[in-house]
């Protein structure tokens, strides 16, 4: 009785192109390739992130926060770390170039505040967040 399969030169070219769309779609969900039609005023998330530069201090435990950008945050993202501890607290505030704003915040056990900007631009015709990433961030040492 003669058995019937693939051959293995058939079977490790079908396993090299199954490893291979499992890598790009790896690479496209880790570096976010959808995010290329975000917009803000015609420019790219990256470029908008650059020009969103928030002044941020601590007095006690009340965070305070400047935008000195070019851009006003649709809202602030605060990430309080202690060694690998995260903890993330979306702020529902707008701030406009040249506008403050304060918050006191629970600090026990924090080490560093990251106080990053969250931009509103649009995807298409739908208006869509986009939270910076944390290198936009203004670092606070507690």
């Known amino acids: 009785m003669e058995r019937r399969g693939i051959s293995p030169i058939v079977a490790v070219i079908l396993l090299i192109v199954f490893v291979a769309l499992v890598i790009i779609i790896i690479l496209i969900v880790a570096f976010g390739v959808g995010?290329?039609?975000?917009?803000k005023k015609g420019k790219s998330a990256e470029d908008v992130c650059k020009r969103m530069i928030l002044d941020a201090y601590l007095d006690e435990e009340i965070l305070y926060m400047e935008n000195i950008g070019?851009?006003?945050?649709?809202?602030?993202?605060?990430?309080?770390?202690s060694g690998d501890y995260v903890e993330k607290e979306t702020l529902d505030?707008?701030?406009g170039e040249g506008s403050s704003y304060s918050e006191e915040l629970d600090l026990s056990g924090i080490?560093?505040?990251l106080v990053?900007?969250?931009?509103?631009?649009?995807?298409?015709?739908q208006k869509v967040a986009k939270i910076c990433a944390d290198k936009f961030g203004t670092q606070v040492y507690v």
């Not at 995010?35 to 917009?39: A, C, D, R």
């Not at 990053?116 to 015709?125: D, E, M, R, Y």
């Open 93 to 95: 505030i707008r701030l």
């Open 70 to 81: 070019d851009y006003p945050t649709y809202q602030i993202l605060i990430k309080k770390m």
């Open 116 to 125: 990053i900007p969250v931009a509103l631009g649009t995807i298409g015709n």
């Open 35 to 39: 995010e290329e039609g975000w917009q």
């Open 111 to 113: 080490d560093e505040v």
